[in-house]
């Protein structure tokens, strides 16, 4: 069945993705771009040549070239084709195809549904999945494997963590991965415990996490084939015609390129090895080239130093507010952090680096500062997340060009938590998304999925309101790190494309650069919050071709 399904998904986008053959007039669209100098450009016509880039941005007024076909665009609005910056590629396809509990609002909520898809799906061995959030659900404290054997207590279950920082596992799980009192947490992990006991209590935190992963049986190709179609075909629908993908296993890049050798990757993937050792297998020398006409890059690696706020994971330099005496997890040692950066670094790889809490960012960025004399040139080190970062640390992103590859929906998921984990003192440098940029440091967005909704619309509209979709709080929180609509716009593309060494190429609707374009139902420049939130993606176009289109 698998197989029948990518055969017919990899023909049907082997035709959409036939190369065009003759230049295209884009023509009748109110189109809206980006320039230079981060102002709003008007347009009314694309000139896509025959290699599928832009040959003209035509104003209003002028001369409309001749041109072998034209596409009548009918008025509608076109944006630069969308980049998110931070990204799990496999996760949002294997997401979209096993169990997702993200919607759900309580643990007896959760409860009924694992035990309706267990139901359903008779002939699995293990039960997997991701999306639970015991925040949302009000829970005041993590799940345990009891409550997961109340629903399914005759095969294994193991699910993700909303932010995939954690892991709960019912007693069937822990039996064949052979976890029990006498386990002991990882470096950079923790197992929870049983109240009162040693027992595990189901909950496996960052590092032990692996503990039970281990266990569950490794997705055959085909599983990651249908995986990446699906997942492209979601992203494409979200007008998002490149990603960073973080975290690329070797068994990723090898679907990625199968993908590729068959005609069937439509998107861009600009990728980031998970780890060294998948950097060295995939990347060999250095960085990748440029594959299938712009279409994939191994740009570099992601290393991870600390978890997420959720599971009390980031690496903060004081205590929890919640939580007195827990500072949180460092992945890494310094020496080991600094190692690992100097092994990428060599070779010339791009550092992409995990860090939430502001121990956590300090260290990274005093890392950079270290390591910058020694590995000069033009290196694009990046952090990813950087969402709490010490006031007196923030200033260092600029010293050396560091990137901060955020996430603005973080903000609004996290608005609650964060302020009952953090002090206010501490939320002064959280998601300083316009701090950042004002002291002159490169800010690019991404989404996070599927540890939240690829969405761009949502991310824009939190990016430039501070607000959630529901309107709260009321002129946002902390709206002084607001940003405007142009700054949002460009951290979805041009942006993007800078910090996956891309532009040039792609990210801006600019003579030369690949004809990435979308085409939505409203002007995300005059819309509100709430309006763009409510944005429709009609058509989304890669290369001059269609690749998804609403109808």
């Not at 002991?184 to 009162?196: D, K, L, Y």
């Amino acid at each position: 069945m698998i197989k029948h399904l990518l055969t017919t998904l990899a023909a049907s986008a082997a035709v959409i993705a036939t190369p065009a053959f003759a230049d295209t007039l884009i023509d009748n669209v109110q189109g809206i771009a980006i320039g230079e100098d981060g102002k709003v450009e008007r347009f009314v016509a694309l000139w896509v040549d025959d290699d599928g880039r832009i040959a003209q941005v035509l104003q209003r007024g002028d001369e409309k070239p001749v041109t072998d076909y034209r596409y009548d665009g009918q008025g509608r609005y076109l944006i630069p084709g969308l980049i998110d910056s931070h990204l799990h590629v496999m996760g949002i396809g294997f997401g979209a195809l096993t169990l997702d509990l993200s919607d759900t609002n309580s643990l007896e909520e959760a409860q009924a549904k694992i035990a309706e898809y267990a139901a359903a799906n008779p002939g699995r061995r293990w039960i997997l999945g991701r999306g639970w959030n015991q925040e949302k659900w009000g829970l005041g404290r993590f799940p345990t494997a009891e409550e997961l054997d109340a629903v399914v207590a005759d095969r294994p279950v193991w699910l993700d963590r909303v932010d995939g920082h954690a892991g709960w596992a019912n007693s069937a799980a822990m039996t064949l991965a052979g976890v029990d009192a006498s386990s002991v947490s990882p470096t950079g992990g923790r197992i929870e415990r049983v109240a009162g006991s040693e027992a595990p209590s189901g909950i496996f935190v960052d590092n032990a996490a692996q503990l039970v992963q281990s266990a569950v049986p490794a997705p055959r190709p085909e599983d990651r084939d249908l995986a990446l179609s699906k997942a492209q075909d979601i992203l494409l629908s979200f007008g998002i015609t490149a990603a960073a993908d973080m975290g690329t296993t070797i068994e990723d890049w090898q679907s990625f390129r199968r993908a590729g050798d068959g005609g069937w990757l439509k998107m861009r993937i600009m990728s980031y090895a998970a780890g060294v050792e998948a950097m060295e297998l995939i990347g060999g020398p250095g960085p990748s080239p440029w594959l299938y006409d712009d279409k994939l890059r191994l740009n570099g690696v992601k290393l991870y130093l600390d978890g997420a706020l959720g599971s009390r994971g980031a690496w903060l330099k004081e205590p929890y507010a919640d939580d007195p005496g827990n500072t949180g997890l460092p992945l890494q040692t310094s020496a080991q952090l600094r190692n690992l950066m100097s092994r990428a670094a060599l070779d010339k790889f791009q550092l992409a680096i995990h860090a939430i809490g502001d121990a956590a960012n300090a260290e990274v960025l005093n890392a950079i500062a270290d390591m910058s004399d020694t590995y000069d040139g033009d290196r694009r080190w990046r952090i990813e997340h950087a969402q709490v970062v010490d006031t007196a640390d923030i200033g260092k992103f600029a010293n050396h060009g560091i990137i901060a590859s955020m996430q603005p929906v973080h903000q609004i998921s996290d608005r609650v938590m964060a302020e009952a984990r953090l002090d206010p003192a501490r939320l002064e440098g959280a998601y300083a998304w316009r701090t950042i940029l004002e002291i002159g440091a490169p800010l690019a967005f991404g989404s996070d999925a599927p540890v939240e909704s690829p969405d761009p619309f949502a991310n824009i509209a939190a990016a430039i309101s501070r607000t959630g979709p529901d309107g709260q709080p009321f002129g946002g929180w902390r709206p002084k790190d607001a940003v405007s609509r142009e700054q949002a716009l460009a951290g979805f593309t041009s942006a993007g494309a800078y910090a996956g060494f891309a532009e040039g190429r792609f990210g801006k609707l600019a003579k030369g650069e690949r004809a990435d374009f979308v085409f939505i139902d409203r002007d995300p420049m005059l819309s509100s919050p709430e309006s763009i939130r409510e944005t429709l993606v009609l058509a989304t176009w890669v290369g001059g071709i269609e690749v998804y289109s609403a109808d």
